[in-house]
């Protein structure tokens, strides 16, 4: 069974820095792509940040120079290291990563953590 335990998340004030962490545990394949993606009040998830293991990383416009990913494949371990905070950075944030099996792939979402931004 797959389970992915996030950590991290928290009140800060604009300007400031968090550092979220994501494990994964029971992933028997090949992970292909880890990932943080947000969700704030009444809008809809979206990508923050992701690399896959080809090489490529992408980041959301709003984060770019602002926020950094970055992994510990030994450990099965993302990380999403956010500076300069801003409240609009207020949102639920949910790590994602997928599994190549079979040459299907499957994505599983950590249980999410609140992180609030204020002004």
């Known amino acids: 069974q797959v389970q992915l335990v996030e950590s991290g998340g928290g009140l800060v004030q604009a300007g400031g820095s968090l550092r979220l962490s994501c494990g994964a545990s029971?992933?028997?394949?090949?992970?292909?792509?880890m990932g943080w993606y947000r969700q704030a009040p009444g809008k809809q998830r979206e990508l923050v940040a992701a690399?896959?293991?080809?090489?490529?990383?992408n980041y959301a416009d709003s984060v770019k120079g602002r926020f950094t990913i970055s992994s510990d494949n030994a450990k099965n371990t993302v990380y999403l290291q956010m500076n300069s905070l801003k409240p609009e950075d207020t949102a639920v944030y949910y790590c994602?990563?997928?599994?190549?099996?079979?040459?299907?792939?499957?994505?599983?979402w950590g249980q999410g953590t609140q992180v609030t931004v204020s002004s």
């Open positions: 690399f896959s293991t080809s090489g490529s990383t």
């Open positions: 994602n990563f997928r599994e190549l099996l079979y040459r299907l792939t499957y994505d599983y």
């Open positions: 029971g992933i028997t394949s090949s992970i292909v792509g």
